[in-house]
């Protein structure tokens, strides 16, 4: 199910946002005039017991031990073929942050507000969605874990700063 009609089902206030395609989370902030911080970044994780979706700031890196510790078992990034194959109706690449549409569960970093605007992708590299970080939570009911760190005077990268301690 896409996300928009997924929202508009549930009656859960939104904004669609279309915008030139960005393929990395650092682009997508800049090309929607958008802080870091207010942009989801989300990244799927193969984990002791499958699938995980990670949801953290874009200002921020996945620290994998951290997400190790919290889900009793190594972790490390998917294979480009695995997300092709768990978002099967994504553009090639894209994420969205309900990982139980796709049967996985999600975890969101500490550090995202409840209160938070949040934006992040929308099936297609060239539409997000805007909505408050209480709405996401409520509906996909993720698992807080602190599992990111922030960069400084940047955005992170999805993949060149992912740290394993």
Not at 22 to 38: E, L, Q, S
Not at 56 to 67: F, R, S
Not at 110 to 116: F, G, K, L, T, V
Not at 148 to 158: F, S
Request: aromatic content about 8%.
């Amino acid at each position: 199910m896409r996300v928009p009609n997924y929202l508009t089902d549930l009656h859960v206030p939104f904004e669609t946002v279309v915008h030139p395609p960005a393929y990395t989370a650092t682009k997508r902030a800049r090309v929607m005039h958008v802080p870091g911080k207010w942009l989801a970044k989300c990244v799927l994780l193969a984990g002791p017991y499958g699938h995980v979706l990670a949801i953290l700031p874009a200002t921020h890196v996945i620290e994998l031990t951290a997400v190790a510790k919290a889900l009793g078992g190594p972790v490390r990034l998917a294979r480009i073929e695995e997300i092709a194959d768990v978002f099967r109706d994504c553009e090639w690449g894209t994420l969205v942050p309900f990982g139980t549409l796709y049967g996985i569960k999600t975890i969101l970093d500490e550090s995202i507000d409840a209160e938070a605007l949040l934006v992040f992708e929308a099936h297609l590299h060239a539409v997000a969605i805007r909505m408050r970080c209480r709405d996401f939570e409520r509906l996909e009911q993720p698992r807080r874990v602190a599992f990111a760190r922030r960069v400084t005077n940047k955005l992170a990268t999805d993949k060149t700063q992912i740290k394993h301690r």
